[in-house]
């Protein structure tokens, strides 16, 4: 039953999300304006009700499952983009390298000296 | 035979307008890709999610469906997708503390590596001839995928191929994150799993639980901060330079 309570919350949440998206024109998912603004809001608050950190659980361990048909679809498009395979398996393979390269080599520059050391 | 055959289609046509067999089909192919990853003791380069989008792809094959029928069906999952998202805010919260400890490299090294994140790919995509479609499914590669189907929908890529670029971005970010930082001699696990989660986003996070909860904590703080800025970003950028 709290479970339900804190859906609700999560609902009404990504509802404004929305709501704020069309007024305002945002070109910014209604789901990531309304974790923003939950965010936030939880951070004034400073603490979180048993039912909403259940029930954010609950729908974070099942994420897999709600992205599933989004990913089924990777196995009919290969026509789709026929010829540009070659662009897309570069750009996947040294994109990710150069920008993991970017990002280790930033956090170790502006980590303090324990960075490098051991825990 | 043909006779059965006959009723076997009329079967179909009728399953096929309601979910509940697009339902059953994602349920089923969720939990069997978890049990065979656990059998085959969790291999990296095969994460759940490929393996159960496999096992329905061929479902759909055998059934003879059509791909846009299987999605219809699973909508009500994708419907679930906005309150999940919102609800990605609350892990967030919970390691506010792990900012305020390393907000200096956090506040340096997000806005960069995050833009890079999506810059090279994109343009070492249009460098090969990419068609603009493709650099819109390829931009978000790094986002975690509820933030990232939001973000391709505002920019006009194709989702699918999109998450085919997140799945491989994922598991080469997780190889890649130890080969280097072996090589720069990182042995840090608040910046192994920023890294992970910056780059790697879910399956990062994944592989940085691995390696220890403090690494995990930081890794979904990558990944949380990585979704917001890119998606707060990214969209923008394409209506400014008219991609």
């Given at each position: 039953m709290s479970m339900l309570y804190g859906f609700l919350v999560?609902?009404?949440?990504?509802?404004?999300?929305?709501?704020?998206?069309v007024l305002l024109a945002l070109p910014v998912s209604g789901g990531v304006i309304g974790m923003i603004l939950l965010t936030l809001l939880l951070m004034i608050k400073g603490s979180i009700s048993d039912s909403l950190a259940g029930a954010s659980q609950a729908l974070i361990s099942v994420l897999v499952l709600l992205i599933m048909p989004g990913v089924?679809?990777?196995?009919?498009?290969?026509?789709?983009?026929?010829?540009?395979?070659?662009?897309?398996?570069?750009?996947?393979?040294?994109?990710?390298?150069?920008?993991?390269?970017?990002?280790?080599?930033?956090m170790q520059r502006f980590s303090g000296p324990e960075a490098g050391g051991h825990e | 035979m043909s006779e059965l055959s006959a009723r076997f289609q009329e079967l179909l046509a009728l399953l096929s307008t309601s979910p509940a067999l697009a339902i059953v089909l994602t349920l089923g192919a969720f939990f069997a890709g978890n049990r065979i990853f656990r059998l085959f003791n969790q291999p990296v380069w095969l994460p759940p999610i490929l393996i159960s989008a496999m096992l329905v792809s061929g479902m759909i094959a055998i059934l003879t469906m059509d791909y846009a029928e299987y999605r219809e069906g699973s909508q009500w999952l994708t419907v679930l997708l906005g309150p999940a998202t919102v609800a990605l805010g609350v892990p967030l919260y919970q390691q506010m503390h792990h900012i305020r400890a390393l907000w200096r490299p956090i506040l340096f090294t997000l806005p960069v590596a995050a833009t890079m994140a999506a810059v090279y790919a994109v343009v070492i995509a249009a460098s090969l001839g990419a068609s603009e479609e493709v650099l819109a499914s390829l931009a978000p590669k790094s986002v975690t995928a509820p933030i990232a189907i939001g973000i391709t929908e505002q920019l006009g890529g194709s989702v699918s191929l999109m998450m085919?670029?997140?799945?491989?971005?994922?598991?080469?970010?997780?190889?890649?994150?130890?080969?280097?930082?072996?090589?720069?001699?990182?042995?840090?696990?608040?910046?192994l799993g920023f890294a992970l989660g910056l780059n790697g986003h879910a399956l990062g996070t994944a592989r940085a639980f691995e390696?220890?909860?403090?690494?995990?904590?930081?890794?979904?703080?990558?990944?949380?901060?990585?979704?917001?800025?890119t998606a707060l970003i990214l969209p923008l950028t394409f209506r400014l330079t008219g991609i």
């Amino acid at each position: 039953m709290s479970m339900l309570y804190g859906f609700l919350v999560l609902t009404v949440f990504f509802i404004a999300g929305e709501v704020l998206r069309v007024l305002l024109a945002l070109p910014v998912s209604g789901g990531v304006i309304g974790m923003i603004l939950l965010t936030l809001l939880l951070m004034i608050k400073g603490s979180i009700s048993d039912s909403l950190a259940g029930a954010s659980q609950a729908l974070i361990s099942v994420l897999v499952l709600l992205i599933m048909p989004g990913v089924v679809g990777v196995f009919f498009v290969a026509d789709e983009f026929a010829g540009q395979w070659l662009a897309i398996g570069v750009a996947l393979a040294a994109g990710t390298l150069l920008s993991v390269l970017t990002t280790l080599w930033l956090m170790q520059r502006f980590s303090g000296p324990e960075a490098g050391g051991h825990e | 035979m043909s006779e059965l055959s006959a009723r076997f289609q009329e079967l179909l046509a009728l399953l096929s307008t309601s979910p509940a067999l697009a339902i059953v089909l994602t349920l089923g192919a969720f939990f069997a890709g978890n049990r065979i990853f656990r059998l085959f003791n969790q291999p990296v380069w095969l994460p759940p999610i490929l393996i159960s989008a496999m096992l329905v792809s061929g479902m759909i094959a055998i059934l003879t469906m059509d791909y846009a029928e299987y999605r219809e069906g699973s909508q009500w999952l994708t419907v679930l997708l906005g309150p999940a998202t919102v609800a990605l805010g609350v892990p967030l919260y919970q390691q506010m503390h792990h900012i305020r400890a390393l907000w200096r490299p956090i506040l340096f090294t997000l806005p960069v590596a995050a833009t890079m994140a999506a810059v090279y790919a994109v343009v070492i995509a249009a460098s090969l001839g990419a068609s603009e479609e493709v650099l819109a499914s390829l931009a978000p590669k790094s986002v975690t995928a509820p933030i990232a189907i939001g973000i391709t929908e505002q920019l006009g890529g194709s989702v699918s191929l999109m998450m085919g670029g997140l799945l491989i971005t994922g598991m080469l970010a997780t190889l890649f994150v130890d080969l280097v930082a072996r090589w720069l001699s990182i042995t840090d696990h608040r910046i192994l799993g920023f890294a992970l989660g910056l780059n790697g986003h879910a399956l990062g996070t994944a592989r940085a639980f691995e390696i220890g909860p403090t690494a995990g904590a930081f890794a979904s703080l990558g990944m949380g901060l990585t979704g917001i800025f890119t998606a707060l970003i990214l969209p923008l950028t394409f209506r400014l330079t008219g991609i």
